[in-house]
């Protein structure tokens, strides 16, 4: 099969690892991709949410296969793209724009958790014109208070605040544009104390199956302090997530999802992420993703030990019905190696070096590019180091020792993932 992984991240990295050692995988190309993913396959410089390009390029390379990997292009509708004559015989892991709207409106995710009895946190919608009843339902609230985007905000649209006054500030910010369109209306949420966890599902639209969970780790300061980031590490398993939690997980939420998309008449092949919360025993939903997580994806997938590009035909098949994935005993954890100054200003294309240097752990590119034969750093979050070992701690420490041989100005990676566990 002559397969197209849409992205230039490091989930996609190690998609195009996983995806190369397929039996079925016949040629690789990844639009736009990096150079850790010209290791595995032809790199094409196509940017994302360029729809019309990515189709065209598909037809003329004769693809099997589409995997998008972030959430803009599905959000924009890719997938409705390629249903069309020309194109509906490509598969496509990823769901359709309305499906999308799991992860691309917070009020619609809310919405449809209620109609299925999905348990998450008590809410209300905000608009400018019932801002009043916003700041009304704020005073009902204890602290902290939670504000959420509407829309997608590149993972910076939550605010938790614990003075009341100046959550109702942030909430009239907010609606005057602070982040754009994307907040434009308001999730108002009651805050859930916890500890948080990654479930992910392949789903056909009326079956699924489980990959491994996850727990990732998203402020940039070691004991989760100060911003909030994109990720800064995670590991898989979760100690804590024990067989009658996992039951939990798949009784009262995982199934009652898969079947409100079926009730929906969704078009969703492709990836469910539950944002998870345990409190007390009990798990509640904090958010869905439409696709699956990074840095969780670099720790999912190098535990599962079937053929992905044979689970991806499943799913576009709609054969999932009684599959279950293989999972390694093992653990996996990654490190993520980050530019100075980020979630805020950060200086880019930074020489780094060592990468060579490192035994034992993967390796995966995240924000960078090439110029000159050199790689250079080209976001905030530059590479995963991930490592596999009989347990997350050692895992931990292996990836630690090689995020120590990489150099690059401005480096920063927390040295604490796992802490809490």
Not at 16 to 45: D, H, M, Y
Not at 181 to 190: D, L, P, T, Y
Not at 405 to 415: C, L, P, S, T
Request: hydrophobic content about 40%; proline content about 4%.
């Amino acid at each position: 099969m002559n397969i197209l992984i849409l992205g230039s991240g490091g989930r996609e990295h190690a998609f195009a690892k996983k995806i190369s050692e397929s039996k079925r995988c016949k040629q690789l190309f990844i639009a736009p991709g990096n150079p850790g993913t010209a290791q595995f396959g032809i790199n094409v410089p196509i940017q994302v949410t360029d729809i019309a390009s990515v189709k065209q390029f598909c037809l003329n390379n004769k693809m099997d296969m589409l995997v998008v990997g972030p959430e803009a292009p599905l959000v924009e509708g890719i997938t409705d793209a390629f249903r069309s004559e020309e194109t509906k015989h490509i598969g496509v892991i990823g769901p359709d724009a309305f499906a999308a709207q799991l992860e691309g409106s917070k009020a619609f995710a809310k919405s449809f958790m209620k109609k299925y009895h999905i348990p998450t946190a008590g809410y209300l919608e905000v608009t400018t014109e019932n801002i009043e009843a916003g700041f009304a339902f704020l005073d009902t609230l204890a602290s902290p208070y939670v504000l959420k985007a509407d829309g997608l905000a590149a993972g910076k649209g939550v605010v938790i605040l614990n003075d009341l006054d100046e959550a109702k500030e942030e909430l009239r910010a907010m609606l005057s544009g602070k982040f754009g369109a994307a907040s434009s209306k308001v999730v108002i949420e009651e805050f859930l104390d916890g500890i948080e966890f990654s479930v992910f599902a392949l789903t056909d639209g009326q079956h699924y199956v489980l990959l491994p969970e996850a727990k990732d780790y998203k402020k940039i300061g070691e004991g989760d302090t100060g911003l909030n980031t994109g990720g800064m590490g995670a590991i898989s398993p979760v100690p804590f997530v024990d067989d009658t939690l996992w039951q939990k997980v798949i009784n009262k939420i995982v199934t009652p999802t898969i079947e409100g998309i079926k009730s929906e008449n969704m078009d969703y092949t492709g990836f469910v992420f539950f944002g998870l919360i345990k409190v007390g025993n009990e798990p509640f939903v904090i958010e869905y993703n439409c696709r699956m997580g990074d840095p969780e994806t670099e720790v999912v997938i190098p535990r599962i030990e079937d053929d992905l590009v044979e689970v991806f035909q499943d799913a576009i098949s709609k054969k999932l019905e009684g599959k279950k994935l293989t999972f390694s005993s093992q653990s996996a954890a990654t490190i993520m190696l980050v530019s100075g100054g980020y979630p805020g200003d950060f200086e880019k294309y930074k020489r780094i070096t060592g990468v060579d240097d490192v035994q034992d752990s993967i390796v995966f590119h995240a924000g960078t590019t090439e110029k000159d034969g050199d790689i250079l750093t080209s976001g905030g979050r530059v590479m995963a180091i991930t490592s596999v070992a009989e347990n997350f701690q050692e895992a931990i420490r292996i990836s630690l020792k090689n995020a120590e041989k990489i150099h690059f100005e401005g480096k920063y990676f927390r040295r604490d993932i796992g802490f809490d566990l």
